[in-house]
């Protein structure tokens, strides 16, 4: 939240290889504008990059994007 530490967070369904899992991670969200980045990381702790380089058609993009929010 925000760039500060990555936080684990927790997994509705079985972690599948390849496919989305839905999850929830406890936030107190103070009122103003935040961004929200999400990563993946594997069993073995490799993590999903920060920045990839450019791919002109965006095919099997793995980047992690930031996400704004606003809580009132």
Do not use: C
Not at 7 to 15: D, H, I, P, T, V
Request: hydrophobic share 40%; net charge negative.
């Amino acid at each position: 939240m925000d760039g500060g530490p990555w936080l684990m967070a927790r997994l509705f369904e079985e972690n599948v290889p390849g496919a989305w899992t839905r999850w929830s991670l406890g936030w107190e969200a103070e009122p103003g504008r935040h961004e929200i980045k999400v990563r993946a990381t594997d069993e073995a702790g490799n993590a999903q990059p920060d920045t990839v380089g450019w791919n002109g058609l965006g095919y099997l993009y793995d980047g992690v994007v930031g996400h704004p929010v606003e809580v009132l």
